[in-house]
């Protein structure tokens, strides 16, 4: 598809759509099967797509979006990042995440902020409700995007500690400047930590679908403490089964990417949809 083409389907998608995700690449997106469903079930009329933008592109396409008549646009990969500059106006959540997951168009204006935070907190409120971060020590393994979102969603949340730990140490030390407070640790030191922390949160992409397990030997966790992994696929992963054996609570990763997506949803629409039974267990069965 040369650059001319690319633009029209650009043009052509966000003139049809109500909301989309954009991303690259972005046909295996679940984002469409959620906020499709939430649309129904509010009787809201209109269809959220996805739109595949490359990289070099998005500059146009977010002229292309501003001027369209959608209500929003959720972004992913590789765009989260790049989109702190292409809006109009950035909130102070996206600007600490270092990321734009969601973005409203108003006006010809681009608003852009960030619900993954959200996400993460509110997927441990409901997978274990009585966990209150207050004064509890994490631990959080890995420094990449995800990692900004979970370390200011439990920074906001109160929690007393985290411990950083990322292969890449250096990568660690450069998060851990934006958010002070967070103490870096080795990777190597992971197992000896174990047994101090009340939360251990793996934002690796290890346990995927495809990538190696993450080898954690969780023998000196304490069953006290609740785990949970933001890798959904699948949904559980041998952290999560050696730490249910352990006798802790775990949390599983899909809940992160349905409650980002229930309060975009709420920021566009001004109705906060639920989150049921059916969807996850529909989510689930598309793993
Ligand atoms: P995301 O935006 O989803 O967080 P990312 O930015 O690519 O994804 O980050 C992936 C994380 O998984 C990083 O913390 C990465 O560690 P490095 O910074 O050292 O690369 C971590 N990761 C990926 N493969 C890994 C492996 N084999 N062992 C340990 N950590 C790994």
Known sequence: MNTLDETDDISAKAHALTA????????????????????????LA???????????????ACDILRQSPMTGFNATLPHKEMLLDLCDEVDATARAIGAVNTVSVRDGR????????????????QGAPEFDPAGKTALVLGAGGAARAVLFGLQAAGIGQILLLNRTRSKAEALAEAFPGVQVAEWAAR???????????NTTSLGM????DLELDLGGVSPEALVTDLVYNPLQTSL????????????TGLGMLVYQAQKAFEIWFGVRPAVTDELIKTLEDSL
């Not at 906020?35 to 509010?42: K, P």
């Not at 902020?113 to 409120?125: K, P, V, Y």
């Not at 999560?240 to 949390?251: D, E, F, M, S």
Request: proline residues 6%; glycine residues 10%; contains cysteine.
């Open 20 to 43: 989309a995700v954009i991303g690259h690449p972005i046909a295996h997106s679940r984002s469409p099967m959620i906020h499709n469903r939430w649309l129904a079930e509010e009787g």
């Open 46 to 60: 209109g269809q959220y797509g996805v739109i595949d933008i490359l990289p070099a592109a998005l500059p146009a």
């Open 191 to 201: 197992q000896a930590l174990l047994k101090d922390v009340q939360l251990l949160v």
């Open 110 to 125: 681009l608003y852009g902020t960030n619900t993954d935070a959200f996400g993460f907190m509110e997927n441990l409120r």
């Open 209 to 212: 679908c495809g990538q190696p």
């Open 240 to 251: 999560l089964n050696h730490a249910a054996a352990k006798g802790c609570q775990t949390v």
